[in-house]
């Protein structure tokens, strides 16, 4: 079993542990399920440098990143370096994340938030409206074409942004449809890890346009964003790199300011 398999199977168990927990309707009813939404996919698309910063503890391949920060700082500091949007990580066994973290982001910037979740349950999506996010990620690897359509459409009617993650061309073919607004390819290989930027250049020219392209891991330079930005990517998706200093934010300044001149 690999670990994408191994974290699937305890998300079913947790997500089921919570719906027992938390009624739908109680989730309908938070402040913040009412509030507007701001869309990335618009934000990526009017931006120079499309960067998406991570907030990110740990993970399953380089265990602690950093957990001395709090997530106050760090996504006031993201937005003060011009980020387009802050990818927040909620699961708490294999990345320390957690729901409150996402709240917080939500009470400390303006920035529109993707919740880097594995989903594969509506009930997760509601969640994510509840707790303040713009955008949810969803994982082609782990999904049936029919959920991906499912909980997309679903997402779309709560006016949330959408972005499919594929790895490879198979995930790709599976996921193209309306009910998504950005395309995120994982240059890492969830079941071994190793990290490709040919990854993003192969997949790029299947991509149809009506999509905001994103590219997601192993970018760590300027550079790798100058390579991928003539294959049609508008957003990069920026964790371990920000989050591994003392201070993501002023180091997210930077390398957005080197990146714009």
Not at 17 to 41: C, D, G, M, N, Y
Not at 193 to 199: K, P
Not at 235 to 244: D, H, P, S, T, Y
């Amino acid at each position: 079993m690999n670990i994408l398999d191994k974290i699937t199977l305890d998300k079913r168990k947790e997500v089921a542990l919570r719906k027992s927990l938390i009624p739908s309707k109680q989730l309908e009813q938070s402040v913040l399920f009412s509030r507007e939404t701001v869309s990335l996919a618009t934000k990526l698309r009017n931006s120079n440098s499309g960067i998406i910063a991570e907030h990110k503890r740990r993970s399953p391949s380089k265990s602690v990143i950093n957990n001395s920060l709090n997530v106050f700082d760090v996504a006031t500091g993201y937005e003060n370096a011009g980020a387009c949007g802050m990818s927040v990580l909620t699961d708490g066994k294999y990345f320390g994340g957690s729901l409150d973290d996402l709240l917080t982001a939500r009470v400390s910037c303006n920035l529109p938030l993707l919740r880097k979740e594995f989903i594969i349950d509506s009930y997760q999506i509601l969640e994510a409206k509840a707790h303040g996010a713009d955008v949810i990620l969803l994982i082609a690897a782990i999904l049936t074409r029919d959920e991906i359509k499912q909980f997309s459409e679903f997402a779309k009617s709560l006016k949330l942004d959408v972005l499919l993650e594929v790895h490879n061309e198979e995930e790709l073919h599976k996921s193209i449809m309306p009910s998504l607004d950005m395309l995120g390819v994982n240059n890492r290989n969830l079941k071994t890890f190793d990290v490709s930027l040919e990854t993003s250049k192969t997949l790029s020219t299947l991509i149809p346009d009506d999509f905001v392209k994103v590219s997601e891991s192993g970018i760590s330079n300027i550079e790798a964003i100058k390579e991928l930005q003539p294959y049609g990517y508008q957003g990069f998706l920026i964790g371990e790199n920000f989050m591994k200093t003392d201070n993501p934010g002023e180091n997210a300044k930077t390398f957005i300011k080197e990146l714009e001149n």
